[in-house]
T-cell receptor, first 110, second 117 residues
């Protein structure tokens, strides 16, 4: 079983729709959680950290479920510019490295 | 307020040559991480360094790969005797000292795309 798993997609949704991704992790000692966005042939850009209480940044909402060991990302009112690959990343207690999922490819259609 | 800088952005090497990739962290960041992304795959951790120290090299291949972060100057990822399978995007990330920001986020540079002919 992979340490961090995501549905690779692709997800194709119309502009204005709401879309949600999940990401599961296997290590119960995971401590910090992140969503990154990666455009084609570009570097990952930090979208948001994921906090235990859940957090929101504009149209983006991230949630953490420690009991079931997954994090989620919800995008409301999707824009064409949201088209990208979304990577979840986890780091473990006592380690600094990030363990990434394979990414979920999202395409927003006009 | 420059971000993480990497150079070169593109590097072409023939099999058997050496590749040197450089990374300058964000201003104020003292931790550097190297990740590799093979075509159509996710990012894989390679090594984590602080100034003059390798903290975690659990993701580094056992042979041909080395990394350093000297007291002065950028971090260097060095690949000796490159093979075709080394072709990938190599990303560097940096973060500030532990506890400086709540979740110790890592910020990525633009990457070096290595092509081995």
């Amino acid at each position: 079983r992979k340490e961090v798993e995501q549905d690779p997609g692709p997800f194709n949704v119309p502009e204005g729709a709401t879309v949600a991704f999940n990401c599961t992790y296997s290590n119960s000692a995971s401590q910090s959680f992140f969503w990154y966005r990666q455009d084609c042939r570009k570097e990952p850009k930090l979208l948001m950290s994921v906090y235990s209480s859940g957090n929101e940044d504009g149209r983006f909402t991230a949630q953490l479920n420690r009991a079931s060991q997954y994090i989620s990302l919800l995008i409301r009112d999707s824009k064409l510019s949201d088209s990208a690959t979304y990577l979840c990343a986890v780091n473990w207690r006592g380690a600094q490295k990030l363990v990434f999922g394979q990414g979920t490819r999202l395409t927003i259609n006009p | 307020n420059a971000g993480v800088m990497q150079n070169p952005r593109h590097l072409v090497r023939r099999r058997g040559q050496e590749a040197r990739l450089r990374c300058s962290p964000m201003k104020g960041h003292s931790h550097v991480y190297w990740y590799r992304q093979l075509p159509e795959e996710g990012l894989k951790f390679m090594v984590y360094l602080q100034k003059e120290n390798i903290i975690d090299e659990s993701g580094m291949p056992k042979e041909r790969f080395s990394a350093e972060f000297p007291k002065e100057g950028p971090s260097i990822l060095r690949i000796q005797q490159v093979v075709r399978g080394d072709s990938a995007a190599y990303f560097c990330a940096s973060s500030p000292a532990m506890g400086a920001i709540p979740n110790n986020e890592q910020f990525f540079g633009p990457g070096t795309r290595l092509t081995v002919l």
